[in-house]
Structure formats: structure tokens, C-alpha cells
């Protein structure tokens, strides 16, 4: 098989969709593939983490792209969202004509999006232009066989809509998913295991009695402060996108000798889960499945007024895989068990598994690939109760 060449496009809104680029960027280097350029939307006030820049040997391109507008900076508002949206439409116009040169430059043989939105955009005024793999979690929302817990209809049609949004055209769609699941009707959809680092499988994992704290949104920082206030004993290290934390203490903000804050970094966020005694986390994708992969217990919070983390916890919590609660109260952490081994040793090989699947999925050689592609479905609830992490 020849060398290919790929341009990989992903959202930036948080953690866990970068992650997930960056072990493709290395799947696919790896193998002798070059990767013309990592293309990164961000939304107005986030920016990339620096470990995304030292990782990735080839030109990093930042785009002005769709995100959440916030309140307070840690409450998503829709009508804050659509207002911002309708703002800046021209400045999502210019990156959809960056993309446009990036790929007549480059030429790629595929571009990898992760649940950007401007890729399904750029694909409905362009559809020939490159073949595309979609890869994010949500795309399960999308299987017939799935069901979306704790939203009402119209939410759960908001969610559908806009997860195939990002995935217009696309001639394959990965939906990762902690649990298996049957195959979808769909031929473009392929339900797969999660996307986890290397480094995740070979860490060395220990206990050190502290409680490690993943915040997506730093506005909940100072529930993190409140609730360490009444249990001063307690060690927590927290990470989180304060930029005061990242320009004013270059990465490490120590509150007092039991409570530090600290910018996202890739390396050290990985080495204290490793030995952490249980984790917080908002109810995102990436963390909790490296936490599943460690064995820590982990209590998920969904940020507000975020209506996929609000599903997602609970759709997690129903398999019995980790806790939640509505807000930051951190004690709760310590009463959870982590997961029976037999899941943790049937899903450590998933993960495994998941290097090969992406190889041939992107590159085109699976038995799977069919030559159809995504388009706006109509939506109906499934009739078969089929969960997923």
C-alpha cells in the first residue's frame, strides 16, 4: 500500500477531541503517512494547549469556529450561541475558504475531521473535494439503535441535527463507544472501541491518596475553592483553561499546600491519573475512558446548561461504570468503586484493538468502506434500548 497523505480537522472546544487527533497523528505518521497539517476550530476565548504544538511535527492551522458562548464561564446558553453564530458568520465563511485552499494545496488522499463543524460545512458547498472520516463518540447518537437519555425531544433532535451537521458528506463515520454495540443499518457508520494514547496502556498505576480535578470551563473553579475550604485536608490537583493560570503563574497556580491549579498539560494531566485515588471530571468522552482504562473511580459533573454531557453522564452512570452529581461536591468521589475487572480487562483489549481499525478506516482498505456518504436524516426515537459510554 502506498503512502497517503492526510490533512486531520478537529474541534477544539476541549480535551478530548485533540487527544483523539493526536493518537491518529501518530497512528498514521507511524505507518509512513504524512500528515499535511492539523487544522484546529476555536471558538472565541479558547485556545489550543501547548502540548498540541509539540506534539505535531506539521503546520497547526487555527480557525475561528462554532462554540459554545457561556455565561459566567461555565454555563452554556443557547441563546447566547445563536447570537455569537450569527455574529461572526462572515469570519466561519473565511474558514470554510481556508479549508478550500488547504485541501487544493495539499492535495490529501483523506481529511480526518473530528466533530468540527466546519468540515460538515466545508463538505456541503464542496462534497467532491476530499474524501472525509468523521470520528467523535457522538456520532452514536446516530445509530438506530441508540437511545439518548435525560433530554426532552426537541433536545435530543437538536443534538441529532447538529452531530450530523459536522459529518455532512462524510463517506465513514467512527462512533466510538465504550461499550460494543450491534451493527448499525447505516453502512457509513462503524461503532468502534475509544481512541486512547499509547502511553495510556503502558503507564504505571499506583495510589497516592490525592483527588485529581478536570474542569473544561474554569468558572467552576471557585467551586472546586468552596468545596476544599470545608475539607482543608484533602489534596486536590486540579487542571483547567484559566487563562490567569496560564499567563499569570506560567501553569501552576498553588492556592495553599493542599489545593493547585494547573494549566492543561498532556503529560502531567497523564502521570497524576496514573496515581490519583479518584477522579472529578465534567462528563466529556476522553477522560472518563482513560479513568476506565486505570481503574479509577470517577464522578462526572456536567457543565450546565450542556445538554450531550447531561446524557452522557447519565447514560454512563446507567452501566454502572461511574457516579455523577450536578455539582462539585468532591467527597462523593471517594465513595465510588472502580469497575468490575472483567470490564477493565475486556476493554483495555478493545482499546488495543482500536490502532489496526484505525489504519484501515482511514486509509480506505477496511472490508466496510462503502461508497455512500452522510446526509440530514429524519429522526426517530429507536425502538431498541442499546446504550453506550
Request: with cysteine.
Amino acid at each position: 500500500m502506498k503512502n497517503q497523505q492526510f490533512i486531520l480537522i478537529v474541534q477544539g472546544e476541549g480535551r478530548g477531541h485533540l487527544m483523539q487527533a493526536l493518537t491518529v497523528y501518530s497512528v498514521l505518521t507511524a505507518a509512513g503517512h504524512e500528515v499535511c497539517c492539523l487544522v484546529v476550530g476555536i471558538s472565541s476565548g479558547r485556545s489550543i494547549p501547548g502540548f498540541v504544538q509539540e506534539r505535531v511535527k506539521a503546520p497547526v492551522v487555527c480557525l475561528s469556529s462554532l462554540g459554545f458562548a457561556k455565561r459566567q464561564g461555565r454555563k452554556v446558553s443557547l441563546g447566547l450561541t445563536v447570537w455569537h453564530t450569527l455574529a461572526k458568520l462572515p469570519d466561519y465563511i473565511s474558514s470554510i475558504r481556508r479549508i478550500h485552499r488547504l485541501v487544493s494545496y495539499h492535495q490529501p488522499d483523506t481529511m480526518v475531521n473530528f466533530y468540527e463543524p466546519l468540515a460538515g460545512l466545508y463538505k456541503l458547498l464542496y462534497p467532491r473535494s476530499v474524501r472525509t472520516v468523521s470520528i467523535a463518540h457522538q456520532y452514536v447518537y446516530l445509530h438506530e439503535g441508540f437511545s439518548i437519555p435525560g433530554l426532552t425531544s426537541w433536545q435530543r433532535m437538536l443534538l441529532r441535527s447538529y452531530t450530523t451537521l459536522t459529518a455532512l458528506r462524510s463517506e465513514r463515520l467512527l462512533a466510538l463507544s465504550i461499550t460494543e454495540m450491534p451493527a448499525s443499518q447505516n453502512p457509513v457508520i462503524r461503532v468502534t472501541p475509544p481512541i486512547l494514547r499509547q502511553e495510556m496502556l503502558t503507564a504505571q498505576i499506583s495510589e497516592e491518596g490525592f483527588l485529581l480535578v478536570y474542569l473544561v470551563y474554569h468558572g467552576y473553579m471557585k467551586d472546586v475553592i468552596e468545596w476544599h475550604e470545608s475539607n482543608p485536608s484533602v489534596p486536590i490537583h486540579c487542571f483547567t483553561d484559566d487563562p490567569d493560570v496560564r499567563r499569570l503563574y506560567q501553569g501552576i497556580f498553588r492556592y495553599d499546600a493542599y489545593l493547585c491549579f494547573y494549566s492543561i498539560d498532556d503529560r502531567l494531566f497523564r502521570e497524576m491519573l496514573a496515581s490519583c485515588r479518584a477522579v472529578v471530571t465534567s462528563a466529556g468522552f476522553e477522560t472518563v475512558c482513560e479513568a476506565l482504562l486505570m481503574g479509577k473511580p470517577f464522578l462526572m459533573v456536567p457543565v450546565e446548561g450542556h445538554h450531550e454531557q447531561q446524557s452522557n453522564a447519565l447514560d454512563i452512570a446507567r452501566h454502572s461504570l461511574g457516579g455523577w452529581s450536578s455539582q462539585y461536591d468532591l467527597g462523593k468521589a471517594f465513595s465510588l468503586s472502580p469497575v468490575a475487572l472483567d470490564f477493565r480487562v475486556a476493554f483495555r483489549q478493545r482499546i488495543q484493538d482500536m490502532h489496526g481499525i484505525l489504519l484501515e478506516e482511514i486509509t480506505g482498505m477496511s472490508a466496510f468502506a462503502e461508497a455512500r456518504v452522510v446526509e440530514m436524516p429524519s429522526f426517530q426515537e429507536p425502538s431498541l434500548r442499546q446504550g453506550n459510554g
